[in-house]
């Protein structure tokens, strides 16, 4: 398989993982907006319709590249229970941190204006993170790639 090959090939695995992502977090806000105190349903529902947009937008670029977008699962498994508002806020935080490291693997396999969107992406998810957990990291999105975060909920099997 030729370079340029290889490269597309990359970028459109990176395209679904995000879009992955964004189906977990859509679902995730779902439970956060349920349980989040009344003074943060407004910033989380903010949070909610920015996933949706992001993962419609990730859908059509798969479908550009020839590609069938990986759907949702039915039901995702969280990190942990989420009784309440704390739990819910800190939810929040790991979606967002789990979204920033997907955005990051889609900026180093892509280029041009689709390595910019994903910048934007990953920059909006750690603002984000960081306004529901009130701690940052000096690099987005690097963390979770080395394994410190747990990440997404994943799909129920």
């Not at 679904?16 to 679902?27: I, R």
């Not at 989040?36 to 910033?43: A, F, P």
């Not at 508002?85 to 979204?99: G, N, Q, S, W």
């Amino acid at each position: 398989m030729n370079q340029a090959r290889e490269a597309e090939n990359a970028e459109l695995r990176a395209l679904q993982a995000a879009l992955a992502a964004e189906h977990a977090a859509v679902y995730g806000y779902g439970v956060v907006g349920g349980r989040v105190g009344s003074e943060r349903r407004t910033e989380a529902r903010t949070a909610y319709d920015a996933h949706r947009a992001r993962r419609d937008a990730l859908a059509r670029a798969v479908k550009d590249a020839g590609a069938a977008p990986v759907a949702a699962a039915a039901g995702y498994a969280l990190p942990f229970p989420v009784p309440d508002a704390p739990a819910a806020i800190r939810l929040a935080a790991r979606l967002e941190d789990r979204v920033a490291g997907v955005y990051a693997d889609l900026v180093r396999a892509s280029t041009g204006e689709r390595r910019r969107g994903a910048a934007e992406a990953m920059r909006e998810a750690a603002v984000r993170s960081v306004r529901w957990s009130g701690e940052s990291v000096a690099f987005p999105g690097l963390a979770e790639r080395g394994g410190t975060a747990s990440g997404t909920p994943a799909p129920k099997a």
